[in-house]
């Protein structure tokens, strides 16, 4: 029997509630650190494809006790806003250019050998996530 440690593995998705349809081309950055007290270590970086899905996140070290995926919704929302997005409202805050959430960063606890599906559910003024199968 191999006391060695498997790596866990992460995947991730984001569908965009405010029009029902996957959040395609956002950018996605993985961070991981083996410990509370360890520093993140940047490990890459993917974008979700057509169905809202990263299919190539970086493999996470062995050692690995916590992960961070943080997810550029700025320059998302930016490009929706620019295209009119159907029934999300532009123009609610004084300034309709700016973007309510720029960012999301999640963090979570990981366990060798697990595997961990974080899906986002995300829209221009809020945005829930849980950990899918």
């Keep these: ?41 940047r490990l890459g970086s993917s974008a979700t494809d057509a169905d809202g899905r990263c299919k190539n996140l970086p493999v996470l070290p062995a050692d690995t006790t916590h992960v961070r995926l943080d997810f550029d919704t700025e320059t998302y929302f930016s490009k929706k806003q620019a295209d009119a997005q159907q029934d999300a409202p532009a123009n609610r805050d004084s300034d309709a250019s700016a973007v309510f959430f720029p960012e999301v960063a999640i963090t979570f606890a990981v366990v060798p050998g697990e595997r961990y599906h974080v899906p986002l559910l995300l829209n221009p003024f809020g945005y829930s996530v849980y950990r899918g199968s």
């Design 1 to 41: 029997m191999s006391t060695e440690k498997t790596a866990p593995y992460v995947s991730t998705h984001i569908l965009d509630t405010s029009i029902g349809l996957p959040a395609v081309d956002v950018a996605v950055t993985v961070a991981a650190r083996s410990g509370s007290d360890a520093d993140w270590v």
